[in-house]
């Protein structure tokens, strides 16, 4: 057996949603620079083209028990089982080398096709393996800020210089319901971050 296993979206939530116990599984997501303009320049048949051409080249160079999906428009990702998070970068970055150095035939046109993508790890970077894919995608966010065409592992915000902003009693009430819960303190703040946002959301 050689390559990943690719799935349909849904599937690969769910086994995303249904790892607990089963180790480390480091979650790659990956997305085409400058897909827009293929698309407006040669055609939404080349820009198809593109697509099965990313994903050919993740399915057929990802390890033996990996699992790949596109998430949608020039969006995928993958799931690396057993891997750490350097491990996943180097087979990424392999495959980012492969198609951005070389001109790939697509069509009636010759490209070479540039991919950001982000890297997050369960247990190194979340508590749950539910919040892999947010995790790699604010990874993948940070490779495109720094320039794309990069692999980027995830930098979990350990909100510095936080003690100016919150009263050291709360701050060690928080120490102590990461500890209790088992999920990071970055984990519960972007939770508490997220319920304000949805309970002001009629002022967004």
């Known amino acids: 057996m050689t390559g990943a296993t690719t799935l349909d979206r849904e599937s690969f939530y769910q086994t995303l949603t249904n790892w607990k116990e089963d180790g480390p599984i480091s979650v790659a997501v990956a997305d085409i620079d400058e897909f827009m303009p293929v ?10 083209a593109v697509i099965a051409l990313v994903m050919k080249a993740l399915a057929g160079s990802l390890p033996p028990g990996s699992l790949l999906t596109r998430i949608g428009g020039d969006e995928f990702a993958c799931a690396l089982p057993g891997a750490s998070p350097e491990e ?3 087979q990424l970055e392999e495959i980012r080398q492969y198609l951005a150095g070389r001109k790939h035939n697509v ?5 070479a096709v540039r991919l950001s993508i982000g890297i997050a790890s369960f247990p190194r970077h979340v508590s749950d393996p539910q919040q892999l894919l947010q995790a790699a995608d604010e990874a993948l966010l940070r490779a495109k800020r720094e320039g794309r065409s990069r692999v980027a592992i995830y930098v979990e915000d350990k909100m510095v210089l ?14 102590t319901l990461s500890e209790r819960l088992g999920r990071t303190e970055a984990a519960l703040l972007r939770e508490a971050l ?3 946002l949805d309970k002001y959301r009629e002022f967004l």
């Open 194 to 196: 997220a319920d304000l």
């Open 162 to 175: 936080k003690s100016n902003y919150y009263p050291k009693n709360q701050l060690a009430r928080l120490a």
């Open 39 to 48: 698309n407006q320049n040669y055609g939404r048949e080349v820009g198809d």
């Open 88 to 90: 996943a970068l180097i």
């Open 107 to 111: 069509g009636e046109v010759s490209l």
